[in-house]
């Protein structure tokens, strides 16, 4: 069964754009332009994806209006704001997490699927097709590359927690880059679905905690 979203957002453009993202997930997107389109449209959606400004007011006021029909939505803010004053008041307003635009279309899929479960499938701690694939078949070298790769984790993790403290998306998107280039080589599937989703929503407290226990379950 296919997730329902609401798209909110007034420019045909983005609006065009994410549509088809969204539908190749995939799943049944709803749209709307405005806030009192928008509280119109409502009717069990499992996400809801706002502009932060609105012809009719801001997103904020449309999540508060939506959040006293359905308490505990997910909701993702985008906006091309990208100051952290921004971020911060989209936050507070109760968002799930901000996106940035302009986005691309694997961004703004990974941010969704990261707060639907629904959309995410179930990947192993180490899939050993893929690694042995990787490098040639060479089971010698899969075992080495991995030694090496848990030698350096706790590292990337660290990175990645420190970077997600301070609020440094730019820092936090650049370890997840070289750490799924690596999950890759080593089969680690579970680990670089967990960091496309934390890449795709770098604010997500939810992604972080199951970016942190793939790779605890890899240490384990």
Request: aromatic share 4%; glycine share 6%; with cysteine.
């Amino acid at each position: 069964m296919k997730p329902r979203l609401l798209l909110v957002e007034d420019d045909p453009i983005s609006h065009a754009f994410m549509l088809a993202a969204l539908e190749a997930l995939p799943a049944r997107v709803d749209s709307a332009g405005s806030i009192a389109q928008a509280l119109r449209a409502e009717d069990q959606h499992d996400l809801w994806l706002i502009d932060a400004n609105l012809p009719d007011g801001s997103g904020a006021q449309l999540l508060a209006g939506l959040r006293r029909l359905r308490a505990r939505t997910p909701t993702l803010a985008h906006t091309a704001d990208p100051s952290p004053d921004m971020h911060r008041s989209l936050l507070e307003a109760g968002f799930t997490a901000v996106l940035v635009k302009p986005l691309s279309a694997a961004d703004l899929q990974s941010a969704v699927r990261a707060h639907l479960p629904l959309l995410a499938a179930p990947a192993q701690d180490w899939d050993e097709t893929a690694a042995l694939r990787a490098l040639n078949g060479s089971r010698e070298h899969v075992d080495t590359l991995r030694r090496l790769f848990l030698d350096e984790l706790p590292g990337s993790v660290g990175a990645v927690e420190q970077s997600f403290r301070t609020g440094d998306q730019e820092a936090l998107r650049a370890v997840l880059h070289k750490l799924r280039a690596s999950c890759g080589f080593v089969g680690a599937s579970r680990l670089a679905s967990a960091a496309q989703q934390l890449h795709g929503a770098p604010a997500s407290l939810e992604a972080l905690m199951d970016f942190r226990a793939a790779a605890d379950a890899l240490r384990a």
